[in-house]
């Protein structure tokens, strides 16, 4: 396992809510990366902002890590997720809440 994978790997299992995206939580890079943190700040999720910008091993390690081609990707409890369209969708269908609540992470609110 490169340095990279492993690195990813660990922020993965060692944080409950992770995600991936262009920039950092406090300046979202890119509408994708901003529509997902928008999606768990509304909620009150706690999580670590990775930002991949920041590092092109990262970038891409990401992508190989997952076998996801694009950028955010959300994890939580170490299982990959989705990126924007399947977290904005499951949110919208109200799916996303009672996901993260049986993942044993704490939502401030609901939609």
Same mark, same amino acid.
Do not use: H
């Given at each position: 396992?490169?340095?990279?994978?492993?690195?990813?790997?660990?922020? $993965?299992?060692?944080?409950?809510?992770?995600? /991936?995206?262009?920039?950092?939580?406090?300046?979202?890079?890119?509408? /994708?990366?901003?529509?997902? $943190?928008?999606?768990?700040? /509304?909620?009150?999720?706690?999580?670590? !902002?990775?930002? $991949?910008?920041?590092?092109?091993?990262?970038?891409? !390690?990401?992508?190989?890590?997952?076998?996801?081609?694009?950028?955010?990707?959300?994890?939580?409890?170490?299982?990959? $997720? !989705?990126?924007?369209?399947?977290?904005?969708?499951? /949110?919208?269908?109200?799916?996303?809440?009672?996901?993260?609540?049986?993942?044993?992470?704490?939502?401030?609110?609901?939609?």
């Amino acid at each position: 396992m490169s340095d990279i994978q492993a690195f990813i790997q660990n922020e $993965v299992s060692s944080n409950d809510v992770v995600l /991936f995206l262009k920039g950092t939580p406090a300046f979202p890079q890119c509408g /994708f990366s901003g529509q997902v $943190v928008q999606i768990l700040d /509304f909620l009150g999720v706690e999580y670590k !902002g990775i930002n $991949v910008l920041a590092d092109a091993d990262i970038r891409q !390690g990401i992508k190989d890590f997952s076998n996801w081609p694009t950028i955010p990707q959300l994890y939580v409890k170490g299982e990959f $997720v !989705g990126g924007c369209d399947i977290v904005r969708e499951m /949110f919208q269908s109200n799916e996303l809440q009672p996901y993260l609540t049986e993942k044993g992470i704490t939502v401030a609110q609901s939609a």
